[in-house]
């Protein structure tokens, strides 16, 4: 083994194999891969090898559809079988909700460019002649679905990578990792050391281990997964090998393994593997079968697929594969340590292999992943995912492998964990509360305890008139809104204003004043989008999104300058109540000695000021449209905070509002978020946020590339539209059509209830973005006329939210 390398990848699975494909295949060629046992030494091996394309995460989608299309690639390069077979693939939906979910899914598919495919039940047994279809209420076919040879898909990207430079190192254990002063690592084996650039932990089944050698805890788990393979079926013999079936009822997946067929479970009551520690002695092993476990699953099984239940049990086969909370992988570099990077929390290595392959390499390579692979950095995890926080979230996603997620239904494993102050108090006052980072925070108010639920649906549910409701009071009265669950981050030194100048492309404000700001990085991309508020000279506070917190950690740690300027993110230590509507103004006005009208603290101020007994930060900004307040105190004071503002409140009609209501508030005034209308894949003048950018101030990361799409002009465009003759509301990534073509994606929908109609945002193709009319939405399988809107839905102009008057505006 050499002594030193470019790279050290470990771990000789799917995805290890894969990066170091992908290295070589990017110009790196000093990458040394170093495998403890055999490849495929650890999920691999035993792996059923099905891949597919539908993911419920379209960028997750685009990296599957790339996996599969490079299985001819790496064959071609090695001379090695992947045992490719493209079978074709049904998702069998047993309910209504479920053929309405198929039909979102094949919408999305629509503009990946996926020939998904709506089939009836009569001719989904046509084409899988072992359904019993009296089961069945429709289907949808994939014609890109099938099976691979795992161990042939493993040593075809190692023979590639191979072939490209790459050493490859068999039975050697990495023992140890040891970070040197200059970033560098010094990996410890079993058989000498390597000293490398840069570190990839692929190491699968033990990657929670070897992030334990550089002091972190990855949230991964890894679950027992059980299928079997019948004995051989009549049925089969002479025929087209079957296709590849999803049974969503049954939980269970199934194709043809030669003269049988392979069914595999997701079953209810899943069982982790090795909670705490992966035995280092665990090797080509297979797991006890546990029959009984998949009991529920095959008996659904034997009256869907009546032919399985007489074929008898050729092989059963239980092994472990390891899931990150929300089941999609972790990947890229680790926040706090230089140069280490995951590739892990793999559960679909032959559909997702390739796509992480290519994202992690080109982000090493580059300092860029090339795709919007938001949904899979190991950046949008923080301190709440513990052990047993993972283990919690693992178990319920592995049991909810098949199920429908509708839109507005809130998971309920691992909760509540985290609550605010004030937790008692909305629930006493019926609030529906979701999670979002272990985070409680209220969605709606429902008008009693009973009814403090909700009914899952794709359409309008049970909320929608407690919604509006608050709404409507937010625009005839006043509203109060617990917003405690937004990323903060105090900047402070000499040169803290210098370096915010630098990160952020807006200006940066003056003392006692906001700036909204965008943060882009060097390709002139959106990776954030911030309220910067000026407390002192030399003091800054930042407001963004909480989920993202050690995704902007990460980036402000490789921005920060060795002395001068520090940044410490204090999301919990600042919590935050907002007041907003007409009466806002008046009612703050009652509790603080501060002037609050519009010429001594107008529109973006934000002060220190008393609140009655509390010390706080005010800021005046708005993100439902009216007139309001953001008030952040510790968190220490939030209760006193909340009772003060409530006791004020009840002469001016203040009421309490949830998310839900603010998303449909920031829909109509078209105010985007991140990670729906802001992403690494839009730039701002394309997201509608080129007013936010200061090209007259000094140099910042992105301007070139900034000022190359003003001049000419970026390829999309963020579009606000009025949703014709619908009783549902686009809930993000429907398909938007022009004139009979799919041209764009939804990012965000909503019912406007001060506007009366259905809203959506999405992007279109910067062409088509001064097109007055041929808009269609899709909404459950059904297109929906799309107005495009030139101006926000609600108060185009500003005025309620600048509002100078003390007195309450008239209402429309
Ligand atoms: C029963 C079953 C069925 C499955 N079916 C499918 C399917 O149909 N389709 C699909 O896409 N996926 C399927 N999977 C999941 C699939 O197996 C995983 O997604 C994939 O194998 C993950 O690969 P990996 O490279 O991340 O991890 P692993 O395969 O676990 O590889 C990690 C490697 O790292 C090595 N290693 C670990 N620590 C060290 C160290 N310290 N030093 C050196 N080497 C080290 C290990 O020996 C191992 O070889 C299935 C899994 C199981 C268990």
């Not at 009655?612 to 939030?638: A, C, H, K, N």
């Not at 686009?730 to 009366?756: L, M």
Request: hydrophobic share 40%; net charge neutral; with cysteine.
């Amino acid at each position: 083994m050499k002594s030193q390398a470019k790279v050290v990848v470990i771990g000789g699975g799917v995805v290890g194999a894969s990066v170091l494909y992908h290295l070589t295949k990017g110009g790196w060629k000093d990458v040394l891969l170093i495998e403890r046992a055999e490849l495929t030494s650890g999920s691999t091996w035993h792996a059923a090898g099905g891949m597919h394309t539908v993911n419920g995460d379209p960028n997750v989608a685009k990296l599957q559809q790339y996996t599969i299309e490079l299985y001819k690639e790496i064959e071609r390069i090695s001379g090695q079988s992947c045992g490719v077979h493209i079978t074709g693939g049904l998702m069998l939906a047993g309910t209504r909700e479920r053929v309405d979910w198929l039909k979102m899914a094949q919408a999305r598919g629509r503009y990946l460019g996926m020939q998904l495919e709506m089939i009836s039940v009569d001719e989904a047994a046509r084409l899988f002649p072992l359904m019993d279809k009296a089961h069945f209420k429709g289907a949808m076919y994939d014609p890109i679905e099938g099976h691979v040879d795992p161990y042939g898909v493993t040593q075809a990207y190692a023979k590639s990578a191979q072939i490209g430079g790459a050493e490859i190192v068999r039975h050697t254990r990495v023992m140890d990792l040891k970070a040197r002063a200059d970033g560098s690592w010094d990996v410890i084996t079993d058989h000498g050391n390597v000293h490398a650039e840069h570190v990839v932990n692929a190491a699968g089944l033990w990657a929670r281990e070897v992030g334990r050698m550089v002091g972190i805890e990855l949230p991964i788990l890894a679950m027992e997964h059980q299928y079997l393979i019948t004995g051989d079926m009549p049925e089969l013999v002479g025929k087209k090998e079957q296709l590849h079936a999803i049974d969503f009822e049954g939980e269970l997946y199934t194709r043809q393994e030669r003269g049988g067929m392979l069914l595999g479970t997701y079953e209810k009551a899943g069982v982790p593997w090795s909670p705490v520690q992966t035995p280092w002695d665990f090797g080509q092993d297979l797991l006890p079968n546990d029959l009984e476990r998949i009991a529920p699953s095959l008996e659904v099984a034997f009256q869907h697929f009546p032919a399985l239940a007489e074929a008898g049990i050729r092989r059963i086969v239980n092994g472990p594969f390891t899931f990150a909370p929300d089941g999609n992988p972790l990947l890229g570099p680790v926040k706090g340590l230089k140069n280490f990077w995951v590739a892990c929390g793999v559960m679909a290595g032959f559909s997702q292999g390739g796509g992480v392959g290519l994202a992690l390499s080109s982000w090493m390579i580059t300092g860029d992943p090339g795709a919007d692979i938001w949904g899979m950095d190991v950046a949008r995890y923080g301190d709440w995912t513990t052990l047993a926080y993972t283990n919690a979230k693992v178990r319920e996603n592995y049991s909810r492998r098949f199920s429908i997620r509708f839109p507005n239904e809130e998971l309920k494993a691992g909760r509540p964990l985290r609550t605010t102050p004030i937790y008692e108090q909305l629930k006493d006052k019926h609030a529906v509360f979701g999670d979002y980072c272990g985070l409680e925070h209220a969605l709606w108010f429902a008008p009693s305890a009973a009814s403090a639920q909700d009914e899952f649906s794709f359409h309008r549910s049970n909320d929608f008139s407690h919604v509006a409701a608050e709404c409507n009071a937010v625009k005839d009265s006043a509203g109060l809104l617990e917003i405690s669950n937004y990323g903060k981050f105090e900047v402070k030194g000499p040169e803290a204003a210098n370096w915010l100048s630098r990160v952020m492309a807006n200006r940066v404000p003056a003392v006692g004043r906001i700036a909204l700001t965008p943060m882009l990085n060097e390709r002139g991309k959106l990776i954030g989008d911030f309220t910067m508020c000026r407390i002192a000279d030399e003091h800054f506070f930042l407001i963004g999104t909480y989920a993202a917190e050690t995704y902007y950690m990460r980036w402000f740690e490789r921005q920060l300058p060795p002395v001068g300027v520090s940044v410490r993110p204090c999301a919990m230590q600042y919590v935050g109540l907002s007041i907003a509507g007409p009466n806002s103004r008046a009612l703050l006005q009652e509790l603080v000695r501060d002037d609050l009208s519009s010429t001594a603290f107008p529109f973006l101020s934000f002060r220190r000021m008393e609140i009655g007994m509390v010390p706080g930060y005010v800021g005046r900004v708005s993100f439902t449209g009216e007139l309001g307040y953001e008030i952040w105190v510790t968190t220490d004071y939030q209760r006193a905070l909340y009772d003060l503002l409530m006791d004020a409140g009840r002469k001016y009609s203040l009421r309490l509002f949830g998310g839900r209501a603010l998303n449909s508030m920031r829909v109509e005034k078209s105010f985007g978020t991140w990670t729906r209308e802001y992403r690494p894949i839009y730039g701002p003048l394309e997201a509608g946020l080129g007013r936010f950018v200061d090209f007259k101030k000094n140099e910042f990361i992105g301007r070139a590339a900034a000022t190359e799409e003003k001049q000419h002009g970026g390829a999309l465009r963020l579009l606000a539209f009025k949703v014709l003759d619908t009783d549902s509301d686009a809930i993000g990534d429907e398909p938007i059509w022009h004139e009979g073509k799919v041209v764009g994606w939804v990012t965000s929908g909503a019912f406007g209830h001060r506007v009366q109609h259905s809203l959506a945002l999405g992007y279109v193709p910067t062409a088509l973005a001064s097109a007055t009319s041929g808009f269609e939405i899709e909404i459950i399988g059904n297109r929906h006329h799309a107005q495009p809107l030139t101006q926000a839905a609600y108060d185009s102009s500003g005025a309620r939210m600048r509002s100078v008057t003390q007195t309450q505006l008239p209402t429309r």
